[in-house]
Structures are given as C-alpha cells and as structure tokens.
C-alpha cells in the first residue's frame, strides 16, 4: 500500500520559514520523481517544485529563490523549505510522487500552509 504523508504546514507571518516534509512508504522511493503542488481556494492545483531521481530539480518562477526542494533517499522523505512566505503562498501544499515508466502517480492528503499578519 503506497503512502505520503505531508507534515510541517501551519500559520507563518510573512516574511517567514517553515519546511514542509513528505514521507513514502510502499514503492522504491529513489526511483520516483518526487513533485511538490500546491492548490489555494478557487485555483487550480499548481507545481511548485520538483526533483527527479537522478536529482535534477525544477521550480516555478514564483518560488525560485525563496523555495528549496531535497530528498533523502535513504529516510524516503522529500522536504520542502519555504523561506520570504508571502500571503500568495498560502495555500494546501500536496506531495507527488510519479514514474512514468509504470504509469504510477501516488498524491499525498496535503498540508495547510496559511501565509498571514
């Protein structure tokens, strides 16, 4: 049974930090592309991050500079570390787990991350 649990979200000023982690369990996590998406109210969910399993990584243009994302092959967990939070940021974060080559595409229950003064 294939798993991720999104854990780390909650209420954060702007201007501040928090790192968000997901945890596999149920497939050979090092193969699998590992995505990080993010849905607020009233749009579509979007791709924040990426990295692959030979670790190339990708960001939307709207977090680049601000969002890290890793993964740790060995825990099976990918994280990401959100830094300059801004109020557009707020939103559910899900994670996303896919290998084309099987056609497999697992999500996450998502976490809240809610960007407010």
């Known amino acids: 049974q294939v798993q991720l649990v999104e854990s780390g979200g909650g209420l954060v000023q702007p201007g501040g930090s928090l790192r968000l982690s997901c945890a596999a369990s149920?497939?050979?996590?090092?193969?699998?592309?590992m995505d990080w998406y993010r849905q607020a109210p009233g749009k579509q969910r979007e791709l924040v991050a990426a990295?692959?399993?030979?670790?190339?990584?990708i960001y939307a243009d709207s977090v680049k500079g601000r969002f890290t994302i890793s993964r740790d092959n060995a825990k099976n967990m990918v994280y990401l570390q959100m830094n300059s939070l801004k109020p557009e940021d707020t939103a559910v974060y899900y994670c996303?787990?896919?290998?084309?080559?099987?056609?497999?595409?697992?999500w996450g229950q998502g976490t809240q991350v809610t960007v407010s003064s």
């Open positions: 996303n787990a896919h290998l084309k080559a099987w056609a497999h595409d697992y």
């Open positions: 149920g497939i050979i996590f090092s193969i699998y592309a």
């Open positions: 990295i692959t399993s030979g670790g190339t990584i």
